[in-house]
Protein backbone atom coordinates (compact mmCIF):
# COMPACT_ATOMS: atom_id res chain seq x y z
CA UNK A 1 0.00 0.00 0.00
CA UNK A 2 1.52 3.43 -0.92
CA UNK A 3 0.64 7.29 -0.44
CA UNK A 4 2.39 10.13 0.00
CA UNK A 5 3.65 13.08 2.14
CA UNK A 6 1.57 16.03 1.28
CA UNK A 7 3.69 18.16 3.45
CA UNK A 8 6.75 18.21 6.30
CA UNK A 9 6.30 20.34 8.78
CA UNK A 10 8.28 21.78 11.54
CA UNK A 11 7.76 23.75 14.79
CA UNK A 12 9.04 26.60 16.24
CA UNK A 13 8.71 28.18 19.78
CA UNK A 14 5.42 29.02 20.49
CA UNK A 15 4.59 30.72 23.70
CA UNK A 16 1.32 31.11 25.42
CA UNK A 17 -1.04 30.85 28.78
CA UNK A 18 -1.93 27.53 27.07
CA UNK A 19 1.11 25.91 26.29
CA UNK A 20 2.14 22.72 27.77
CA UNK A 21 5.26 23.28 30.12
CA UNK A 22 6.06 25.26 32.91
CA UNK A 23 8.27 27.91 31.15
CA UNK A 24 4.47 28.50 28.86
CA UNK A 25 6.91 27.46 25.34
CA UNK A 26 5.00 24.85 22.78
CA UNK A 27 5.81 22.96 19.43
CA UNK A 28 2.60 22.60 18.08
CA UNK A 29 2.25 25.14 15.72
CA UNK A 30 4.07 23.63 12.74
CA UNK A 31 4.12 24.62 9.14
CA UNK A 32 5.01 23.10 5.88
CA UNK A 33 9.15 23.38 4.68
CA UNK A 34 10.51 22.94 1.26
CA UNK A 35 12.89 20.97 0.28
CA UNK A 36 14.20 17.43 2.01
CA UNK A 37 14.25 17.36 6.05
CA UNK A 38 16.23 15.10 7.89
CA UNK A 39 14.72 12.64 10.76
CA UNK A 40 16.57 11.54 13.04
CA UNK A 41 16.04 8.93 15.83
CA UNK A 42 14.94 11.71 18.37
CA UNK A 43 12.67 13.72 15.51
CA UNK A 44 12.76 15.59 12.82
CA UNK A 45 15.78 18.02 12.39
CA UNK A 46 15.01 21.39 13.24
CA UNK A 47 11.50 20.98 14.96
CA UNK A 48 10.97 22.59 18.42
CA UNK A 49 9.59 19.84 21.12
CA UNK A 50 8.51 21.98 24.16
CA UNK A 51 7.09 19.72 27.28
CA UNK A 52 9.67 16.33 26.58
CA UNK A 53 7.47 14.54 29.41
CA UNK A 54 4.78 13.53 27.15
CA UNK A 55 5.95 14.69 23.71
CA UNK A 56 9.52 13.18 21.92
CA UNK A 57 11.52 10.35 22.54
CA UNK A 58 12.05 7.24 21.12
CA UNK A 59 8.21 5.96 20.94
CA UNK A 60 7.30 9.40 19.50
CA UNK A 61 9.54 10.93 17.67
CA UNK A 62 7.52 11.50 14.32
CA UNK A 63 3.89 12.75 14.68
CA UNK A 64 1.80 11.63 11.68
CA UNK A 65 -1.46 13.14 10.38
CA UNK A 66 -3.72 12.31 7.28
CA UNK A 67 -4.92 15.09 5.10
CA UNK A 68 -8.43 13.44 4.67
CA UNK A 69 -9.03 13.51 8.15
CA UNK A 70 -7.85 16.97 8.57
CA UNK A 71 -10.42 18.13 5.63
CA UNK A 72 -13.22 15.62 8.16
CA UNK A 73 -12.36 18.42 10.71
CA UNK A 74 -12.11 21.95 9.07
CA UNK A 75 -15.78 21.24 7.18
CA UNK A 76 -16.99 20.24 11.30
CA UNK A 77 -15.33 23.52 12.51
CA UNK A 78 -15.80 25.67 9.27
CA UNK A 79 -12.27 26.36 9.38
CA UNK A 80 -9.25 26.14 7.07
CA UNK A 81 -6.91 24.12 8.43
CA UNK A 82 -3.77 23.59 6.66
CA UNK A 83 -0.43 21.06 7.03
CA UNK A 84 0.62 21.36 10.21
CA UNK A 85 -2.38 22.09 12.23
CA UNK A 86 -2.74 19.33 14.58
CA UNK A 87 0.88 19.37 15.43
CA UNK A 88 1.93 16.72 13.16
CA UNK A 89 5.14 16.75 11.73
CA UNK A 90 4.17 14.40 8.27
CA UNK A 91 1.23 15.19 6.82
CA UNK A 92 0.03 12.24 5.08
CA UNK A 93 -2.42 11.63 1.83
CA UNK A 94 -4.05 8.40 0.71
CA UNK A 95 -2.58 6.75 3.81
CA UNK A 96 -5.38 5.05 6.24
CA UNK A 97 -3.08 6.07 9.67
CA UNK A 98 -6.23 5.64 11.75
CA UNK A 99 -6.44 2.09 10.32
CA UNK A 100 -2.31 1.90 10.76
CA UNK A 101 -1.39 -1.79 12.52
CA UNK A 102 0.62 -1.13 15.42
CA UNK A 103 4.06 -2.09 14.53
CA UNK A 104 4.06 -1.57 10.88
CA UNK A 105 6.85 -0.12 9.00
CA UNK A 106 6.28 2.89 6.43
CA UNK A 107 9.30 3.69 4.18
CA UNK A 108 8.95 7.39 3.40
CA UNK A 109 12.55 9.00 1.28
CA UNK A 110 15.51 7.35 2.90
CA UNK A 111 13.95 6.78 6.33
CA UNK A 112 12.44 3.47 7.70
CA UNK A 113 9.67 4.70 10.43
CA UNK A 114 7.45 2.07 12.94
CA UNK A 115 4.34 2.85 13.42
CA UNK A 116 3.51 3.08 17.73
CA UNK A 117 0.66 4.98 19.44
CA UNK A 118 -1.97 7.07 18.98
CA UNK A 119 -1.90 10.15 19.73
CA UNK A 120 -3.72 11.43 23.08
CA UNK A 121 -5.45 14.97 23.04
CA UNK A 122 -4.42 17.48 25.33
CA UNK A 123 -4.98 21.22 26.50
CA UNK A 124 -2.41 22.71 24.90
CA UNK A 125 -4.02 21.47 21.81
CA UNK A 126 -7.26 22.77 22.60
CA UNK A 127 -5.86 25.96 23.14
CA UNK A 128 -3.61 26.32 20.40
CA UNK A 129 -7.35 25.54 18.28
CA UNK A 130 -9.13 27.77 20.65
CA UNK A 131 -12.27 25.05 21.03
CA UNK A 132 -12.78 24.05 24.34
CA UNK A 133 -14.50 21.05 23.90
CA UNK A 134 -12.12 19.74 21.50
CA UNK A 135 -10.50 17.14 23.55
CA UNK A 136 -14.07 15.24 24.23
CA UNK A 137 -14.46 15.79 20.73
CA UNK A 138 -11.30 14.28 18.99
CA UNK A 139 -11.57 11.42 21.63
CA UNK A 140 -15.10 10.87 20.31
CA UNK A 141 -14.10 11.45 16.58
CA UNK A 142 -11.44 8.61 17.58
CA UNK A 143 -9.19 9.60 14.69
CA UNK A 144 -6.23 10.37 16.57
CA UNK A 145 -2.88 10.31 14.13
CA UNK A 146 -0.21 8.05 14.40
CA UNK A 147 3.58 8.46 16.30
CA UNK A 148 6.43 6.62 15.24
CA UNK A 149 9.46 5.81 15.99
CA UNK A 150 12.47 6.26 13.67
CA UNK A 151 14.10 3.22 12.61
CA UNK A 152 16.79 3.95 10.19
CA UNK A 153 17.16 8.05 9.72
CA UNK A 154 16.76 9.59 6.05
CA UNK A 155 15.41 12.73 5.01
CA UNK A 156 11.78 13.22 3.59
CA UNK A 157 10.04 15.85 2.00
CA UNK A 158 6.72 16.30 0.64
CA UNK A 159 5.62 14.49 -2.30
CA UNK A 160 7.55 11.02 -1.00
CA UNK A 161 5.54 8.41 -1.64
CA UNK A 162 4.69 6.45 1.79
CA UNK A 163 4.72 2.64 1.62
CA UNK A 164 3.73 -0.22 3.95
CA UNK A 165 6.72 -1.98 3.91
CA UNK A 166 5.87 -4.39 6.85
CA UNK A 167 2.38 -5.24 8.62
CA UNK A 168 1.72 -7.07 11.53
CA UNK A 169 -0.31 -9.83 12.18
CA UNK A 170 -2.38 -8.87 14.65
CA UNK A 171 -4.17 -6.92 13.34
CA UNK A 172 -4.22 -4.59 16.40
CA UNK A 173 -4.71 -0.58 14.64
CA UNK A 174 -3.82 2.96 16.07
CA UNK A 175 -7.82 3.22 15.89
CA UNK A 176 -8.64 0.35 18.04
CA UNK A 177 -5.72 1.36 20.25
CA UNK A 178 -7.11 4.78 20.87
CA UNK A 179 -10.60 3.64 21.71
CA UNK A 180 -9.61 1.14 24.13
CA UNK A 181 -7.35 3.41 26.33
CA UNK A 182 -10.54 6.45 26.18
CA UNK A 183 -13.88 5.35 26.00
CA UNK A 184 -13.68 1.34 25.59
CA UNK A 185 -12.21 0.06 27.77
CA UNK A 186 -13.37 -3.55 27.25
CA UNK A 187 -10.92 -3.25 24.23
CA UNK A 188 -7.98 -3.49 26.29
CA UNK A 189 -7.01 -6.92 26.58
CA UNK A 190 -6.34 -7.19 23.16
CA UNK A 191 -3.21 -4.43 23.24
CA UNK A 192 -1.75 -7.35 25.25
CA UNK A 193 -1.42 -9.17 21.87
CA UNK A 194 0.92 -6.49 20.52
CA UNK A 195 4.17 -7.40 20.72
CA UNK A 196 5.10 -4.31 19.16
CA UNK A 197 3.52 -2.21 21.76
CA UNK A 198 5.31 -0.02 23.22
CA UNK A 199 5.91 -0.88 27.72
CA UNK A 200 4.75 1.66 29.48
CA UNK A 201 1.19 1.50 27.23
CA UNK A 202 1.74 -2.21 28.37
CA UNK A 203 1.88 -1.80 32.10
CA UNK A 204 -0.41 1.09 32.12
CA UNK A 205 -2.87 -1.82 30.68
CA UNK A 206 -1.97 -4.76 32.72
CA UNK A 207 -2.47 -2.31 35.60
CA UNK A 208 -6.02 -1.52 34.72
CA UNK A 209 -6.98 -4.97 33.81
CA UNK A 210 -5.90 -6.23 37.60
CA UNK A 211 -7.46 -3.33 39.54
CA UNK A 212 -10.55 -4.22 41.19
Known amino acids: MTGRLAAVNLGGVTEAEWAGDASGRSGIDK ?5 PVLIRFAGLAGDF ?7 GGPDQAVYAYAEEDAGWWATELGRTLGPGAFGENLTTYA ?8 GERWAVGSALLEVTKPRIPCTTFAGFWGVPDLIKRFTVRAAPGAYLQ ?3 EGEVSAGDPVEVVDRPAHGVTIGEMFRATT ?3 ELLPRLLDVPELPEPIREK ?7 P
Do not use: S
Request: glycine share 10%; net charge positive.
Open 31 to 35: RPVAG
Open 49 to 55: IGERAVH
Open 95 to 102: VDVTGAVV
Open 150 to 152: VLR
Open 183 to 185: LEP
Open 205 to 211: VRRRLTR
